[in-house]
């Protein structure tokens, strides 16, 4: 079975600004993918050339079996896009905005799946509220809802839930596991690691390329080491003092918190020692943690850089 998205070698540039860079994924059938990375990661603009809304000037992109260059319109009909800022219509109502995404798609002769987007997504008791009186997550369920009304196989989401509050985060994210059992393959983008560890793959993206690509449990898996929080005062001296005596990357400070990537615990006992040698550190408590993404993000993004093969064949 072909995969629903194939990026081969992809590359898009936007007059000297490189926003992909010879990206390669494969997006399966049936599947949660998120791609994360930072604001300018290459996100938004992957999602637009899955979308068949902008070509790559390099490389090849195929949807559904389709080659975009020469394809894009019979694959369009298939996919839904929901983008950052998506155009409802603040004086129409819930009801109104659903009927004319539905009839501008083609799709209004079906109000039985209409009605069963409003029950499952909790939208029905509002069908006469304008959009513009809606919550932030009301009008994120409405845009969903206004996406799939023309029943789409692939949905692409950039960054859907940015803005909206915690319980309607966790609301929406529950939609996206209830249509992914219908057969629904999602790709989306989030700034939110905590969103990425509940797909079923990730793709790690800095400056338009892919740093690491995996499910996210077998990322976290794959750190080297071992990853211990300490807890310390002042924390970012205390950072300071630990980047030079350790290689930079391997320490993060995260909060008022820093992870220590060690090789071994048998290098933590040294360390704690020379931090509790000096009066003005106080070191309140060092504990083994399990890694999570944000660790896994920022070891790829720090990791000294190691030359290819090929570099090392020429020097």
């Known amino acids: 079975m072909s995969p629903a998205i194939d990026l ?5 540039r936007f007059g000297p600004i490189l926003a992909l860079a010879g ?25 637009r050339l899955a979308a068949g809304l902008a070509r790559a000037d390099e490389g090849v992109v195929q949807v559904l079996g389709h080659d975009l260059a020469t394809q894009a319109r019979r694959v369009r009909p298939l996919i839904g896009y929901m983008a950052q800022r998506f155009s409802l219509y603040g004086d129409l109502t819930v009801e109104e905005n659903v009927r ?9 002769a ?3 799946w209409r009605e069963r987007l409003l029950a499952r997504t909790g939208l029905a008791p509002f069908r006469g509220r304008r959009a513009d009186r809606l919550s932030g997550g009301m009008k994120q369920k409405l845009a969903l809802v206004c996406t799939l009304v023309y029943r789409p196989r692939l949905l692409l989401l950039d960054e859907p ?4 509050d915690p319980v309607a985060r966790r609301q929406f994210w529950d939609l996206l596991a209830d249509f992914l059992r219908d057969g629904l393959t999602i790709l989306l983008a989030t700034p939110y690691l905590d969103e990425a560890e509940r797909c079923h793959r990730v793709a790690l993206l800095h400056e338009g390329r892919v740093l690491a690509c995996d499910r996210p449990e077998a990322l ?18 205390v950072a300071r003092r630990l980047r030079t005596w350790l290689e930079p ?52 993004l720090t990791a000294p850089t190691r030359p290819s093969p090929a570099d090392d064949e020429e020097g």
């Open 249 to 300: 990357h391997r320490v993060q400070l995260i909060g008022n918190r820093i992870h220590l990537r060690l090789e071994s615990e048998d290098e933590l006992a040294p360390l704690l020692r020379r931090l509790k040698a000096d009066p003005t550190v106080r070191v309140h408590g060092c504990d083994p943690i399990a890694p999570a993404l944000e660790d896994v993000f920022l070891a790829h």
């Open 8 to 12: 081969r070698a992809v590359t898009k």
């Open 23 to 47: 990206v390669s994924l494969s997006i399966h059938e049936g599947e949660i993918f998120g791609l994360v990375g930072p604001d300018g990661a290459g996100k938004t603009t992957l999602l």
């Open 220 to 237: 976290r898996a794959a750190l080297p080491g071992r990853l211990f929080e300490l807890n310390a005062t002042p924390v970012r001296e």
């Open 110 to 112: 079906d109000p039985t």
């Open 161 to 164: 839930t940015t803005g909206v």
């Open 100 to 108: 004319f995404f539905a009839r501008l798609h083609g799709a209004d």
